[in-house]
């Protein structure tokens, strides 16, 4: 997992000022509307809190008051952006707190509380974009293996008869995450009847509850098969395609699946710092070497915006040029 950026500098906030921002109503009110009406994930939920009670600690803290949201200018957004600056953080730790505002904002003017932004035209401090990373067709094919890989090992090493349902249900998670582009969020949300075994299709709820119907391969859909089987009883429909125990009942959550692919990277000889949404990377990347459109690829991760999906072009472009300086003999 990435490190979260660190803390900015010490505002000299009043020991108060946490659970004075806790109680504005307005916070209150944006963040429960996040949860309830955005469904917005706990990680978003936690980010915009944090950044929006970090301003408000600051504002105590700089002018000796708590803000008043209907009456900030952006003069006082470029005071926080400079102090911001000054604490060091990297840039997509200021783009998400000005990604705060803006929501928040957007919110204010629907309840009608304000008419315009004050985080508008505001300009932000800009970097080279990073590239997504993802994993060899060859990679992929060694980690979608090392679950069975395992269990073939216990089997051999173990004269009881063992719980074989945990790698199996390890092997259906992976091939179903590479197999249709998944957020692990997504992937912890699917239930029984979301799957749709024979037109091999998958109901996916993404992000904001958007709903997508996503392909998935006959290896993921085997793997599923074969996890079912090991289970005391097939789950119905509307019980969690990957549960937590063999017993069913809880779904896998996101740090668990996170602690089992770092065994399997481990396993595989590959890093195991990598993550769950390399899998994502890995299947956006292959299809679009394979020769599929960015449109199809943006409908198939549930991207609200295609220049969101445009970074995976990046870098297919870039392994072609590689590709050709190494071999073309006049490159």
């Known amino acids: 997992m990435p490190r979260r950026p660190p803390p900015p500098p010490s505002s000299a906030a009043p020991p108060d000022a946490a659970s004075t921002a806790a109680g504005d109503e307005r916070l209150r009110a944006f963040l429960n509307h996040l949860a309830t009406e955005r469904a917005a994930s706990p990680h978003t939920l936690r980010n915009y809190r944090q950044a929006l009670f970090e301003f408000h600690d600051w504002h105590r803290g700089q002018r000796g008051e708590r803000p008043h949201w209907t009456r900030l200018q952006r003069d006082d957004f470029r005071a926080y952006l400079r102090f911001l600056g000054r604490g060091r953080l990297g840039r997509a730790a200021i783009q998400l707190r000005f990604s705060a505002f803006r929501s928040f904002y957007r919110f204010l003017i629907r309840r009608g509380d304000?008419?315009?932004t004050p985080v508008r035209q505001i300009s932000l401090p800009r970097g080279a974009r990073r590239l997504p990373k993802f994993?060899?067709?060859?990679?992929?094919?060694?980690?979608?293996?090392?679950?069975?890989?395992?269990?073939?090992?216990?089997?051999?090493?173990?004269?009881?008869?063992?719980?074989?349902?945990?790698?199996?249900?390890?092997?259906?998670?992976?091939?179903?995450?590479?197999?249709?582009g998944l957020r692990i969020s997504e992937l912890c949300g699917l239930r029984v009847g979301d799957l749709d075994l024979v037109g091999q299709q998958v109901r996916v709820q993404g992000k904001g509850r958007k709903e997508r119907l996503a392909p998935i391969g006959a290896p993921a859909l085997e793997a599923i098969r074969l996890y079912w089987q090991a289970l005391p009883a097939t789950p119905g429909p509307g019980d969690p395609v990957f549960a937590r125990a063999a017993e069913g009942g809880e779904p896998v959550y996101p740090r668990l699946v996170q602690l089992r692919l770092k065994h399997y990277l481990a396993a595989a000889g590959l890093?195991?710092?990598?993550?769950?949404?390399?899998?994502?990377?890995?299947?956006?990347?292959?299809?679009?070497?394979?020769?599929?459109?960015?449109?199809?690829?943006?409908?198939?991760?549930?991207?609200?915006?295609?220049?969101?999906?445009?970074?995976?072009?990046?870098?297919?472009?870039?392994?072609?040029?590689?590709?050709?300086?190494?071999?073309?003999?006049?490159?």
């Open 114 to 116: 304000v008419e315009q």
């Open 135 to 180: 994993l060899t067709v060859a990679q992929l094919n060694a980690l979608l293996a090392a679950p069975l890989r395992e269990l073939e090992a216990r089997r051999a090493n173990e004269t009881a008869a063992i719980d074989a349902s945990g790698c199996l249900r390890d092997a259906a998670i992976l091939e179903t995450l590479y197999s249709c």
């Open 271 to 331: 890093d195991p710092a990598l993550t769950p949404h390399k899998l994502r990377h890995s299947f956006a990347t292959h299809l679009l070497d394979a020769g599929a459109d960015l449109r199809s690829v943006q409908e198939l991760l549930g991207h609200a915006h295609l220049a969101t999906t445009q970074v995976y072009t990046h870098v297919t472009a870039d392994r072609l040029k590689r590709a050709y300086d190494e071999a073309h003999p006049r490159a």
